[in-house]
């Protein structure tokens, strides 16, 4: 059974830094995308960044392109979204989910990952 976990949220000031993990178990599939999603009250949830297991190439969101990255840890099972220059509008639950063949023109949409982990929420005050 997949299970992911993220964690790291909290609640931080504009400008500020933060860093979220997501742990995953239970993948037995090797080529497998990671993705981290948000999603702010009356919002759908967005995706922001994923990360393919098997070459490592990534995709970023323009909507935090230059302030968020996303990476992984040398085993490959946990995957970080670094953000900096947190806005109050970054204010979000931030959830991981993993995908299986998620198609390379749209590794963003969430109808593509079919595990998700229980989110962590994000806090930026003015």
């Known amino acids: 059974e997949v299970q992911l976990q993220a964690s790291g949220g909290g609640v931080v000031r504009t400008g500020e830094t933060l860093k979220l993990s997501c742990a995953a178990s239970?993948?037995?599939?090797?080529?497998?995308?990671i993705g981290w999603f948000r999603q702010a009250p009356g919002d759908d949830r967005e995706g922001i960044a994923s990360?393919?297991?098997?070459?490592?190439?990534?995709v970023v969101s323009g909507s935090v392109n230059g302030r968020f990255t996303i990476s992984r840890d040398t085993a490959g099972e946990t995957v970080f979204l670094q953000m900096s220059d947190l806005r109050p509008e970054d204010t979000a639950v931030y959830y991981c989910?993993?995908?299986?063949?998620?198609?390379?023109?749209?590794?963003?949409?969430?109808?593509?990952?079919?595990?998700w982990g229980r989110g962590t929420l994000v806090t930026v005050s003015s």
């Open positions: 990360l393919k297991s098997i070459d490592g190439t990534t």
């Open positions: 989910a993993v995908g299986f063949q998620v198609p390379s023109a749209s590794p963003l949409q969430p109808l593509w990952y079919k595990a």
């Open positions: 239970g993948i037995t599939r090797e080529d497998f995308s």
